[in-house]
């Protein structure tokens, strides 16, 4: 599999076994691999989540967002999903955002 560097240049290991299990609990992402990967290393918001996980969003199509979590301590992807709702994390710190 492939190892996506983070925003803050940590590499973020993807094995085939864990993409498997991720798309097997969440099948509308499986094809959007690459996706992830750009997510990880290019995300338009970067939220600190809870448990330490860091959450990447992108707007993959106009209104539907692409959520990557991972923990960079362990350097390891935990989950991924799509979602229409970013509002959810307006609780969160913001870590880092694009410039528009």
């Known amino acids: 599999m492939q190892t996506p560097i983070s925003i803050n ?3 973020i290991t993807i094995s085939r076994d864990q993409w498997n299990l ?3 609990a969440h099948p509308e992402v499986t094809h959007y691999f690459s996706d ?3 997510t990880i290393e290019n995300p338009d918001i970067l939220y600190a989540g809870m448990q330490s996980n860091s959450i990447a969003v992108k707007e993959i199509e106009k209104g539907t967002y ?4 991972y ?3 362990l350097k ?3 989950t991924v ?3 229409r709702e970013i509002r959810q994390f307006d609780e ?3 870590i880092w955002k694009k410039d528009i």
Do not use: A, G, M, R
């Open 66 to 69: 692409l959520t990557v979590l």
């Open 92 to 94: 969160l710190e913001i």
């Open 22 to 24: 991720i798309s097997e």
């Open 81 to 83: 999903f799509l979602t």
């Open 36 to 38: 992830v990967l750009e």
């Open 9 to 11: 240049n940590i590499p």
């Open 71 to 73: 923990k960079e301590k």
């Open 76 to 78: 390891k992807l935990t």
